[in-house]
């Protein structure tokens, strides 16, 4: 007698089923400037023109910023909701697993908030050589992590869970090195828990 066997989702795909729940409340809350506002007005001075690969664009408010400042965005996320929300906002958004699909590209720079620290540590380095590839030389990726130690899960206000992989700021430059690029810009709140915002280049060859 055959036996079935059922699988467990992913803790990626658990973090996606959070937030197809609460989509729209995030948006809500997060549509005024938010706590990374200032490093993507630097991404947009550093990548004054050109096209943008962001991943995991959510409610797409960066998105908006950066092609209120002249860039072609590639607006994509994995989260059907959010997708929804930014299309019924009549933005054009594509659905991307940036773990397991291809980014395309070159792009002139890529974005990524509020998204690495949901990617299991043993996809991180094929996560991160996806984006070098996507780059032309000499681009730009604009990443942010929460910075703390450790891996598990954090239970939001609204009760739904969420994967989290967390990086010291220094364990996390080595890490954005190791895979190529090189850190031009950084910059943390003042929680010790709080958000790290880096810029970092890919190398000319």
Same mark, same amino acid.
């Given at each position: +007698?055959?036996?079935?066997?059922?699988?467990?989702?992913?803790?990626?795909?658990?973090?996606?089923?959070?937030?197809?729940?609460?989509?729209?409340?995030?948006?809500?809350?997060? &549509?005024?400037?938010?706590?990374l506002?200032?490093?993507?007005?630097?991404?947009?001075?550093? %990548?004054?023109?050109?096209?943008?690969?962001?991943?995991?664009?959510g409610?797409?408010?960066?998105?908006d910023?950066?092609?209120?400042?002249?860039?072609?965005?590639?607006?994509?996320?994995?989260?059907?909701?959010?997708? $929804?929300?930014?299309?019924?906002?009549?933005?054009?958004?594509?659905?991307?697993?940036?773990?397991?699909?291809?980014?395309?590209?070159?792009?002139?720079?890529?974005? +990524?908030?509020?998204?690495?620290?949901?990617?299991?540590? *043993?996809?991180?380095? $094929?996560?991160?050589?996806? %984006?070098?590839?996507?780059?032309?030389?000499?681009?730009?990726?604009? %990443?942010?992590?929460?910075?703390?130690?450790?891996?598990?899960?954090?239970?939001?206000?609204?009760?739904? &869970?969420?994967?989290?992989?967390?990086?010291?700021?220094?364990?996390?430059?080595?890490?954005?090195?190791?895979?190529?690029?090189?850190?031009?810009?950084? *910059?943390? &709140?003042?929680?010790?828990?709080?958000?790290?915002?880096?810029?970092?280049?890919?190398?000319?060859?």
């Amino acid at each position: +007698m055959s036996r079935l066997w059922i699988m467990d989702p992913s803790p990626n795909a658990r973090t996606v089923e959070s937030y197809e729940e609460i989509a729209a409340a995030y948006a809500r809350e997060t &549509s005024g400037p938010g706590v990374l506002a200032e490093a993507v007005t630097r991404l947009a001075e550093a %990548v004054p023109e050109g096209r943008v690969l962001d991943i995991g664009s959510g409610p797409g408010w960066d998105a908006d910023r950066l092609e209120d400042a002249g860039l072609t965005v590639r607006r994509t996320d994995l989260t059907q909701a959010f997708i $929804d929300l930014q299309r019924a906002r009549g933005k054009d958004v594509d659905r991307l697993d940036v773990i397991n699909g291809d980014l395309g590209g070159p792009y002139d720079a890529v974005l +990524m908030l509020h998204v690495l620290q949901h990617i299991e540590p *043993d996809d991180l380095a $094929d996560v991160l050589g996806k %984006v070098v590839r996507a780059l032309r030389p000499g681009g730009r990726f604009l %990443v942010s992590i929460p910075r703390g130690e450790g891996i598990g899960w954090e239970v939001g206000e609204s009760g739904r &869970s969420y994967y989290r992989a967390l990086r010291t700021e220094d364990e996390f430059l080595d890490v954005l090195r190791g895979a190529g690029f090189t850190p031009t810009w950084t *910059d943390r &709140s003042p929680e010790d828990d709080g958000w790290l915002a880096v810029m970092a280049q890919r190398g000319e060859v």
